[in-house]
């Protein structure tokens, strides 16, 4: 790859994140490697909308600890993807780096598309009198 290719790629990333709420938090895993002990917590969020979508988001070391990271949290995670692979398959994990509340229990998502819902609009099908047959 050319090293100004690389410069325009990484002036093109922008931070991810996503809000929801934490559908189910999984058991946290631990254990020991050429770097010591470590922590994963992987938590299943539920975003909002027509069609909800649940995303597996996994926390390492201290990061693991966070107590917004609990069932029925209305949260923001900031997070960063990473692909990798193994065997011939790629993988791709989505690791959580900054969880926030969200306030009112609801995620703002939801609250902005219906601040620009269209207007409703009243339908007229003709004549106004009451002249039906029944």
Avoid at 19 to 43: C, H
Avoid at 50 to 62: M, N, T, V
Avoid at 106 to 116: G, L, R, V
Wanted: glycine letters at 8%; hydrophobic letters at 30%.
């Amino acid at each position: 790859m050319l090293p100004h290719a690389e410069i325009i790629l990484k002036s093109e990333y922008k931070e991810m994140e996503i809000t929801g709420t934490i559908a189910e938090v999984l058991n946290p895993k631990t254990g020991t490697g050429k770097n010591g002990t470590w922590k994963k917590q992987e938590v299943i969020l539920e975003t909002d909308g027509q069609y909800p979508k649940k995303i597996c988001f996994s926390f390492w070391g201290d990061k693991a600890d966070n107590e917004l990271l609990r069932n029925g949290s209305a949260v923001r995670i900031s997070f960063d993807l990473e692909s990798r692979e193994f065997n011939g398959k790629w993988y791709t994990d989505a690791k959580g780096w900054k969880v926030e509340p969200v306030a009112g229990g609801s995620p703002p998502q939801a609250a902005a598309q219906e601040e620009h819902a269209p207007p409703q609009q009243d339908t007229y099908y003709g004549e106004t009198s009451d002249d039906l047959p029944f």
